[in-house]
């Protein structure tokens, strides 16, 4: 069981800045296996959509060209832990923000994503 505990979001206008954060821990969760992290975005009557993913052992991470360039997706090892810089934000990028885990390489598949957070509200004023 790999559990991630996301914390960051809140209210910021259009223009602005938040970091949100990802925790990884639990019983099954290993620092030195293959994982894949990802952040999904949804909002109300729409599919949870994919927007970035960090390959946990290299730190290489991946964007969709709508948020290439303003996002900034690192982790940080040693405290199990991937951060999501978002700047430049847009009323668009408002929505219910979730990381997700998988083991082994990239993929944009939230069915092949085994392990969910709780999710963070992030909301951009216009």
């Known amino acids: 069981q790999v559990q991630l505990v996301e914390s960051g979001g809140g209210l910021v206008q259009t223009g602005g800045s938040l970091r949100l954060s990802c925790a990884l821990s639990g019983p099954t969760f290993n620092p030195w296996n293959t994982y894949t992290v990802a952040w999904y975005r949804q909002v109300p009557g729409k599919d949870r959509e994919y927007f970035t993913s960090?390959?946990?052992?290299?730190?290489?991470?991946r964007y969709i060209d709508s948020v290439q360039g303003r996002f900034v997706l690192s982790r940080v090892t040693r405290e199990n832990t991937v951060y999501l810089h978002m700047n430049s934000l847009k009323p668009e990028d408002t929505g219910s923000y979730y990381c997700?885990?998988?083991?082994?390489?990239?993929?944009?598949?939230?069915?092949?994503?085994?392990?969910w957070g709780q999710g963070t509200q992030v909301t951009v004023s216009s």
């Open positions: 997700a885990a998988k083991t082994g390489t990239y993929s944009d598949i939230d069915l092949d994503y085994k392990y």
């Open positions: 960090i390959n946990w052992s290299s730190g290489v991470p």
